[in-house]
Nanobody
Framework: QVQLVESGGGLVQAGGSLRLSCAAS????????MGWFRQAPGKEREFVAR????????YSADSVEGRFTISRDNAKNTVYLQMNSLKPEDTAVYYC???????????WGKGTLVTVSS
C-alpha cells in the first residue's frame, strides 16, 4: 500500500514556474514507477509524465515536453514535477500516481491545483 500527498500547486502568471512535490509513504517507494497526471475543468484526466523506479528513464506528453521535468529522490520518497514556461492551458488539478509498471498506476494522490493566469 502506498499513500501519496501532492503539494506545491498555486496561482502563477503565464511564463512562470512551479515545482510540484509528491511525498509517498511506504518502504517500497523505490520499486514503483511514478507518474503525474492532470485534469482540467470539464476535461478528462490526461497523462503528463512518468519516471521509472531508478529515475533513469522518463517520458513526457508532447504538450509539456521541453517545459516540464519529472524527477525523483528515492531517499526522500518523493517525486517532483518542475514546470517552466507555464501556459493558461496548463491550468488543472495535478495528480501523482504510483504503479508497478509504466502503464498500471494503482495508487493516486488527491491532487493539487495549478492555476496559470494570462
Amino acid at each position: 500500500q502506498v499513500q501519496l500527498v501532492e503539494s506545491g500547486g498555486g496561482l502563477v502568471q503565464a511564463g512562470g514556474s512551479l515545482r510540484l512535490s509528491c511525498a509517498a509513504s511506504g518502504r517500497t517507494f523505490s520499486t514503483y514507477y511514478m507518474g503525474w497526471f492532470r485534469q482540467a475543468p470539464g476535461k478528462e484526466r490526461e497523462f503528463v509524465a512518468r519516471i521509472n523506479w531508478s529515475g533513469g528513464s522518463t517520458y513526457s506528453a508532447d504538450s509539456v515536453e521541453g517545459r516540464f521535468t519529472i524527477s525523483r529522490d528515492n531517499a526522500k520518497n518523493t517525486v517532483y514535477l518542475q514546470m517552466n514556461s507555464l501556459k493558461p492551458e496548463d491550468t488543472a488539478v495535478y495528480y501523482c500516481a504510483a504503479g508497478s509498471s509504466s502503464i498500471s498506476m494503482a495508487y493516486w494522490g488527491k491532487g493539487t491545483l495549478v492555476t496559470v493566469s494570462s
